[in-house]
């Protein structure tokens, strides 16, 4: 049964810092791997999505990284604002795109 | 708004009781979700759906979880003789699958549905 880890569970940085998002995953026969924005109360906001045959994607201010062989993905953060602040899931794919969330990140960027 | 919708956005019932939420897609995706979020925690798969053919329903909680999508367009999930422990979030997400049961796709989700079971 596929594990997904997410490390640290919160994170409190200065408004300009970059930073690193963690997620290990014990099953690395994955399809892909996918990260995600949740604001409070609200539903997921799909960042980027990394399929198994590649090894980064970028966005914006945002690249994802994957190593299937160590079964794990981070999610960089570049020059963050406090608008950054949520919490940010990773999601490993399996058949039928089944997802398996991790607990996720609390992040907050302070002004 | 083209969006995922999800209705209500928030139940409050009684243990015991039924309930039934609603999950409207976006409109030209096949395939769709069923998700379960308690706080703290990420979200964990209950069921999917590709046109009106529910592929994979293994995961849901127990056999008072049920879900049905008819004509593959809207679904429903039901809760009957709700407990405490189902108080939680329920997440519906959709997705465009292209290829068979093994591809993937970027899935969108709705807003959820809050329970809180007194």
């Known amino acids: 049964k596929q594990e997904v880890t997410q490390i640290p569970a919160a994170l409190s940085v200065p408004e300009g810092e970059n930073l690193v998002l963690n997620c290990s995953f014990t099953d690395s026969a994955i399809y892909n791997l996918q990260w995600f924005r949740q604001d409070p109360g609200k539903g997921l906001t799909s960042l980027l999505l990394i399929q198994s045959s590649q090894r980064e994607q970028t966005s914006g201010r945002l690249n994802a990284s994957l190593d299937k062989s160590s079964g794990r993905s981070t999610l960089y953060i570049a020059a963050s604002q406090p608008g950054d602040s949520a919490t940010y899931l990773c999601?490993?794919?399996?058949?039928?795109?089944?997802?398996?969330f991790g607990g996720g990140t609390r992040l907050m960027v302070k002004p | 708004d083209t969006g995922v919708s999800q209705n209500p956005r928030h139940k409050i019932t009684k243990r015991g009781q039924n309930v039934t939420f609603r999950c409207d897609p976006i409109?030209?995706?096949?395939?769709l979700y069923w998700y379960r979020q308690t706080l703290g925690q990420g979200p964990e798969f209950l069921t999917y759906f590709q046109n009106e053919a529910q592929l994979e329903k293994s995961r849901l909680l127990s056999d008072r979880f049920s879900a049905e999508r008819p004509k593959g367009s809207f679904s429903t999930l039901e809760i009957q003789r709700t407990e405490q422990g189902d108080s939680a979030m329920y997440l519906c997400?959709?997705?465009?699958?292209?290829?068979?049961?093994?591809?993937?796709?970027?899935?969108?989700f709705g807003p959820g549905t809050r329970l809180t079971v007194l």
């Open positions: 997400a959709s997705s465009l699958g292209s290829g068979g049961p093994s591809s993937t796709d970027t899935q969108y």
């Open positions: 999601a490993a794919s399996h058949a039928g795109n089944m997802l398996t």
């Open positions: 409109s030209e995706h096949n395939r």
